[in-house]
């Protein structure tokens, strides 16, 4: 049951929003409702976990850059425990990255990656990722019906990220079904997936570290070897399964949320098609309109704070929804915020997060984005969904928004 009233600070708790299949399935109706009634509202976020949940982007930035939210679990680590959370876990679970790490140690982690994803760097990967849209696109028939995640949207930043680790085809597969189960707590199969990963990367590891490659993985194997302290062997494994994780799966749900949209929008379609030069400014309203990450991974209140009025106690779970607050944020052409529109020029969201936690691989998300829906646009002339959008299936829990599978009919032309 979701209640959208807000929690006044010092009052009785209203009932928590239950972020399940249910909220995912209507999820920006949903937020709409909740920002009506307030920017911060108790939520369960699976079961077992509950906190807050921030709705207002001008609160959901304050607590993005709040110096009492941290990412340290410590306080709130019996509960994470009890409803069998990994993602906090060194070791054992997805722990030891910098998306889960305060200062200094974020610091320093971001540091070892960040020239792996620098603007230039990435600019460098624009002929290779072209050349595996194409590749993706020439293997369909040239017409019928496909899955276009399965076809399209999941191998391409797949294969992008692989090859950016040194991951090696035949295993490419599998860590893709595990980083999709690794966002959903409370799935059958959530701890199985969550292991098998860790103990793929850890093996990993030491292959890089027997036959080092020309890949990212096994540079951060050489500073961890270097034994100057500045890489963990826990924190070695985290930071490539956050790469791993990161890395594509939130650009295969970008890439199926945008095409989403446009299939729902056959007059933006079209536009686009016409005038492809709009596609930058169309990537950001993507982004803006329907985000692949819904919500934050969790902070954690290190004291009693008070958070848009209302009271966080010690050991609180808070996220922050960028989904809802992309729908919020004024826009600078003073548009429809719940319209989309591929014209729109410097829309402005939270897609990417706020403050020293704000998305390093940005710069890749947007080149695959632009890269992946020009090669749709250019090589595939008739593309319309094969099945209700009503009946389309959602990723049921987790901070991922994404369609589980996105039935397209279509036709192809030679490149």
Aim: with cysteine; proline share 8%; aromatic share 6%.
């Amino acid at each position: 049951m979701d209640t959208y009233q807000q929690t006044p600070s010092g009052g009785a708790p209203a009932e928590p929003v239950v972020m399940g299949a249910e909220f995912k399935a209507d999820a920006h109706r949903r937020f709409a409702r909740l920002r009506a009634g307030g920017p911060v509202h108790p939520a369960q976020f699976f079961p077992g976990i509950t906190g807050w949940i921030v709705v207002d982007p001008d609160v959901a930035r304050e607590a993005l850059t709040h110096p009492a939210l941290l990412k340290d679990p410590a306080p709130a680590a019996a509960m994470l425990d009890a409803a069998g959370f990994l993602g906090h876990r060194r070791g054992t679970g997805l722990g030891g990255n910098m998306l889960e790490s305060d200062p200094p140690e974020h610091t320093r982690l971001r540091r070892l990656v960040s020239a792996a994803f620098s603007p230039k760097r990435t600019a460098a990967l624009e002929p290779r990722i072209t050349e595996i849209a194409h590749r993706l696109v020439d293997a369909l028939p040239p017409a019928g019906e496909v899955d276009l995640v399965e076809a399209f949207a999941a191998p391409l930043p797949v294969a992008v990220i692989a090859e950016l680790l040194g991951i090696p085809e035949a295993d490419r597969s599998d860590f893709r079904r595990w980083t999709t189960l690794a966002f959903q707590v409370g799935h059958p199969e959530y701890a199985a997936a969550v292991a098998s990963l860790h103990g793929f990367l850890r093996e990993l590891v030491e292959d890089k570290r027997r036959a080092p490659g020309d890949d990212l993985l096994s540079v951060l194997v050489a500073a961890r070897d270097e034994d100057d302290g500045r890489l963990s062997e826990d924190e070695l494994v985290g930071t490539a399964a956050l790469l791993v994780i990161a890395g594509h799966e939130t650009t295969v749900n970008l890439l199926g949320n945008s095409v989403l949209a446009l299939l729902q929008h056959p007059d933006q379609l079209r536009q686009l098609r016409d005038h492809p030069e709009l596609l930058p400014d169309a990537v950001e309203e993507f982004l803006r309109y329907d985000p692949s990450v819904e919500r934050t991974t969790n902070r954690y209140a290190a004291e009693d704070l008070e958070l848009g009025g209302v009271r966080i106690p010690r050991g609180g779970v808070v996220a922050v929804a960028l989904s809802s607050a992309g729908r919020a944020l004024p826009q600078a052409d003073d548009g429809d915020p719940d319209a989309l529109d591929v014209t729109r020029r410097g829309a402005r969201h939270l897609a990417f997060g706020h403050g020293i936690h704000h998305c390093l691989g940005a710069p890749l998300a947007r080149l695959e984005a632009r890269v992946a829906l020009h090669t749709l646009l250019t090589r595939v002339p008739a593309l319309e969904l094969a099945v209700p959008a009503a009946s389309l299936e959602w990723f049921p829990a987790g901070m991922v928004r994404g369609v589980v599978a996105l039935p397209v009919r279509y036709r192809t032309t030679v490149a």
